[in-house]
């Protein structure tokens, strides 16, 4: 159980992220993840309202981990949700110092307790897609380059 959660050494050759693949499986985990719960009402309103922590703290840590540690869906998910929840924490301190007007607690309610499964989902889906679109743009421009 200890080696569990534990990642393995960074690769000192890190791995090159196909751009096509990355930004395909980027947009299509939220939409899937709606589709398929969409009768749970909440992956619907998620990608209005996470959409945009994901792109703007998901996009920099799935660029930061892929080419040191590969994907591996499951480690996406967990990757997911610790970016969530650190994110998350960090908006909520910059709104309880500012004191906007907004409520911090409400917040972090919303965002820890819906988002954080949430971003599972979807990191565990993008983990699912990058892979399969990687093979398949790799096997498709293989055989269009000649030998």
């Not at 110092?97 to 919303?110: E, I, P, S």
């Amino acid at each position: 159980m200890k080696n569990f959660l534990r990642l393995p050494r960074p690769v000192l050759r890190p791995k090159i992220i196909h751009p096509l693949a990355f930004t395909l499986a980027l947009v299509c985990a939220p939409l899937l993840v709606a589709l398929f719960g969409f009768w749970l009402f909440i992956p619907v309103f998620a990608i209005a309202f996470g959409g945009p922590l994901y792109l703007a703290l998901g996009v920099p840590a799935l660029l930061w981990f892929i080419p040191r540690y590969g994907v591996k869906a499951w480690q996406i998910g967990i990757l997911a949700s610790l970016v969530n929840l650190i994110g998350v924490a960090a908006i909520a301190l910059v709104l309880l110092q500012l004191d906007l007007g907004m409520d911090a607690d409400d917040f972090l309610r919303l965002y820890v307790l819906v988002g954080t499964p949430v971003a599972f989902a979807w990191g565990l889906t993008f983990g699912l897609l990058y892979p399969a679109f990687e093979r398949s743009f790799e096997h498709k421009f293989a055989r269009a380059v000649p030998a």
